[in-house]
């Protein structure tokens, strides 16, 4: 099997659960967001980490409900470590930061908290609630800093119940573009 159908086998496996007491799926909810990246003109890397930027939720066993438990999961240290087999930093991290441009946004952008749902609210506080101002000053001193906030607000935007996206067959191509290159299904090379 190569990489690209790991990676969608993952997703078709476990994308089925709620997305955290929203209206759709884990896997509408990757659709989505990579739908609103291709929308907004991203490069294919920041598509990709729009599509896979959960998938630490579907490598944990800790269910849903999870952050009712005040545990946080770290899901997207989790995302991280395993799509690096497969991707390079330009992927890997707007994923690793996804949670921290929340933070940023939270400490930044007054209009950006009002808007979050009561679940995300709840998993902020878990996650460290708003920056510090130390914290904002290290954020964007990173040059993936507003990769990952692109990405965190189409995150939030990727709720909707029912909108009618692309699916996910739709992003082997981007995907094999974008692989590190001795996985690529050209090399006929199998992991
Ligand atoms: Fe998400």
């Not at 921290?100 to 400490?107: D, E, P, S, T």
């Not at 954020?139 to 699916?167: H, M, T, Y």
Request: charged share 20%.
């Amino acid at each position: 099997m190569n990489a690209i159908d790991q990676i969608f086998q993952l997703l078709e496996a476990r994308g089925h659960g709620s997305y955290f007491g929203e209206p759709v799926s884990q896997l509408e909810h990757a659709l989505q967001c990579a739908h609103f990246a291709t929308e907004e003109h991203a490069g294919s890397e920041l598509v990709v980490a729009a599509l896979l930027h959960d998938v630490g939720h579907l490598l944990h066993e800790q269910g849903e409900n999870v952050a009712d438990d005040g545990v946080d999961t770290a899901h997207e240290d989790l995302g991280q470590a395993w799509l690096s087999r497969y991707f390079g930093e330009n992927v890997t991290r707007p994923i690793a930061l996804h949670v921290a441009a929340k933070r940023y946004l939270c400490a930044t952008d007054k209009s950006y908290s009002a808007q979050l749902s009561p679940s995300s609210l709840q998993s902020l506080q878990l996650q460290g609630g708003p920056m510090s101002a130390a914290e904002i000053a290290d954020f964007e001193a990173d040059k993936i800093a507003q990769d990952a906030v692109r990405l965190r607000r189409w995150d939030d935007l990727a709720k909707v119940e029912g909108k009618n996206v692309p699916p996910l067959s739709h992003y082997r191509g981007v995907l094999e573009s974008v692989v590190k290159a001795p996985l690529r299904a050209a090399t006929g090379e199998a992991l």
